[in-house]
């Protein structure tokens, strides 16, 4: 039986992840172009040659803690798993997908539609959400690889980014080991990001109300997707 004071409780820690979830929304609308960069940013990036190191790591960081969709996606993909193990590989295979085709698509000048791209990272958070819900089972009676869903998405995530990149027509020297730098920040937002996810949800897992919340939680991601995919595919038609 459930009591007052644990019902209040309970009520509390729902209103402060939801709080956290609308946050990301928010942001989220705010900056539809989730791979953008500010002025700023755009300005070092175009003027800077040779090695910076350091300023490549904090931009990386930068861009995971304020990659609305990076967030939103890893979110749908550590809502249901509980075990440390199981958070870590998931998110090597998203770190893998993404660092292979950011550092492929600058170095090789791989030239992909960033509309196309990005509302292909809308449908990433789309599919996650779906697959929270349980919609694959019921629709196909089946689950899919969700492993190796997570590594696609992972290398279309990445290729958001290198298109933007090569928009900026960086300076060759020593773009390699930036590039290597831009990626240890990634993943060192990517981190700081998912530790404050985690312990919201670990949070939230010891309440009864978790499986309501669930459903609204991915309802939402699903809701954001598609916000992003309409945008995108918008932006295509149009331009």
Same mark, same amino acid.
């Given at each position: &039986?459930? =009591?007052?004071?644990? /019902?209040?409780k309970s009520?509390?820690?729902?209103?402060?992840? +939801?709080?956290?979830? !609308?946050l $990301?929304?928010?942001?989220f609308?705010?900056d539809?172009?989730?791979?953008?960069?500010?002025d700023?940013?755009?300005?070092f990036?175009?003027?800077?040659t040779?090695?910076?190191?350091?300023?490549f790591?904090?931009?990386?960081?930068?861009h995971?803690?304020?990659?609305?969709d990076?967030?939103?996606?890893?979110?749908?993909?550590?809502?249901?798993i509980?075990?440390?193990k199981?958070?870590i590989?998931?998110?090597? &295979?998203f =770190?893998?997908?993404h /660092?292979?085709?950011?550092?492929?698509?600058?170095m090789?000048? +791989?030239?992909?539609? !960033?509309? $196309?791209?990005?509302?292909?990272?809308?449908?990433?958070?789309?599919?996650?959400?779906?697959?929270?819900?349980?919609?694959?089972?019921?629709?196909?009676?089946?689950s899919?690889?969700?492993?190796?869903?997570?590594?696609?998405?992972g290398?279309?995530?990445?290729?958001?980014?290198?298109t933007?990149?090569?928009?900026?027509?960086?300076?060759?020297?020593?773009?390699?080991?930036?590039?290597?730098?831009?990626n240890?920040g990634?993943?060192?937002?990517?981190?700081?990001?998912?530790?404050m996810?985690?312990?919201?949800?670990?949070?939230?897992?010891?309440?009864?109300?978790f499986?309501?919340?669930?459903?609204?939680t991915?309802?939402?991601?699903m809701s954001?997707?598609?916000m992003?995919?309409?945008f995108q595919?918008?932006?295509?038609?149009?331009?």
């Open positions: &039986m459930i =009591t007052s004071a644990e /019902s209040v009520k509390s820690l729902e209103f402060k992840f +939801i709080f956290f979830l !609308a $990301l929304l928010l942001g609308s705010a539809i172009f989730a791979h953008g960069v500010d700023n940013t755009r300005n990036l175009l003027n800077n040779g090695v910076q190191f350091v300023a790591m904090y931009i990386g960081a930068k995971m803690i304020t990659g609305y990076h967030l939103l996606f890893l979110l749908g993909v550590i809502f249901f509980f075990k440390p199981d958070i590989l998931y998110v090597s &295979m =770190t893998i997908g /660092s292979l085709t950011l550092l492929f698509g600058v090789a000048d +791989i030239q992909v539609n !960033a509309y $196309l791209i990005d509302a292909i990272i809308g449908l990433s958070v789309v599919y996650k959400g779906f697959e929270n819900l349980g919609g694959f089972k019921t629709v196909f009676g089946r899919f690889n969700t492993r190796a869903a997570v590594l696609i998405f290398l279309f995530h990445g290729f958001g980014l290198a933007k990149i090569q928009e900026l027509t960086l300076s060759q020297d020593g773009l390699f080991v930036n590039l290597i730098a831009f240890i990634v993943e060192m937002g990517q981190v700081l990001a998912l530790i996810i985690v312990l919201l949800l670990n949070i939230w897992r010891k309440n009864s109300s499986n309501t919340f669930a459903t609204t991915n309802s939402l991601l954001a997707g598609f992003l995919m309409g595919l918008t932006g295509y038609f149009i331009n």
